[in-house]
């Protein structure tokens, strides 16, 4: 039984930092495409941030570029995500995700993720 476990949401000023990790239990991750999505208030799911275990290889959305960073552990299982600088238009439940195959420049299309996490949510004023 795969599981995804997020944690590190929380509630922050505009300007400040917040830490998300996720941790998968139930399966190893090999060459797997694993990351973040979210999702705010009437608007549709959009990919964040992404890293291919293993390789390393990462994908950003633009409107985090350059204010975040997404890491492995070295145990592989866990996937952090470090966002710096906050915006309020960065308010989102946030969703990690993972693929059972490697990532790519579609990485943004949900439908390619085959495990979601419950969510965690992020607010910033």
């Known amino acids: 039984h795969v599981q995804l476990v997020e944690s590190g949401g929380g509630s922050v000023q505009a300007g400040e930092s917040l830490g998300l990790s996720c941790t998968v239990s139930?399966?190893?991750?090999?060459?797997?495409?694993m990351g973040w999505f979210r999702q705010a208030p009437g608007k549709e799911r959009e990919g964040v941030a992404v890293i291919n275990i293993g390789g390393g290889t990462t994908y950003y959305a633009d409107s985090v570029a350059g204010r975040s960073t997404i890491s492995q552990a070295n145990a592989k299982n866990t996937v952090y995500l470090q966002m710096n600088n906050l915006k309020p238009e960065d308010t989102a439940m946030y969703y990690c995700?993972?693929?059972?195959?490697?990532?790519?420049?579609?990485?943004?299309?949900?439908?390619?993720?085959?495990?979601w996490g419950q969510g965690t949510q992020v607010t910033v004023s």
């Open positions: 139930g399966y190893n991750l090999r060459n797997n495409c």
């Open positions: 995700a993972v693929d059972l195959g490697p990532c790519s420049t579609l990485w943004t299309a949900t439908r390619r993720y085959n495990y």
